[in-house]
């Protein structure tokens, strides 16, 4: 299947502990971490609980990240709304997300080899692709979005 659209990839969530010293530096302070991930990535998977906590704001998360990076938004509800979200991230508001929806795949990068992943990229058609692994590095992160680059997808 040749695509003519990019697939962006991310992560679901910024924020992992793990990541601390090896993606962020030491003394980066927590509240600059989104920033700081979408320099490198250009979207991620909010998962339900941190999106609906109390207290988010969703207009400095529109200020913390370049024009071209979406929000995607994990949630069981089908009828949630996106009113408040939308109008406060604009453009970066890329939508909510089932678990089963056919246009972005959730998957683990570690039930398959890279050459693995590329024989399924050339069977799917989706837009964008979230790494859902507990303990995700950021290198694997990384080596799937080289994997899409590489590809031209």
Known sequence: MIHDKT??????????????????PD???????????????STVLVPEARWRAEGVDFEQ?????????????????RSA???????????AFAGFVQPENDSVALINFETKKLRE?????????????FLMDENLAVKQLAEFRSLIELMGL
């Open 7 to 24: 697939i962006r990839v991310g992560a679901c969530d910024w924020d992992h502990a793990h990541w601390q010293g090896d993606f962020y």
């Open 27 to 41: 003394d980066l302070p927590q509240d600059w971490r989104l920033s700081y991930y979408a320099n490198e990535f």
């Open 61 to 77: 998360w529109a200020e913390d990240v370049h024009e071209g990076f979406r929000f995607y938004f994990l949630t069981a509800d």
């Open 81 to 91: 709304d996106e009113t408040q979200i939308k109008s406060c991230l604009g453009a």
């Open 117 to 129: 992943w590329k024989d399924w990229l050339l069977q799917t058609d989706c837009e964008a692709v």
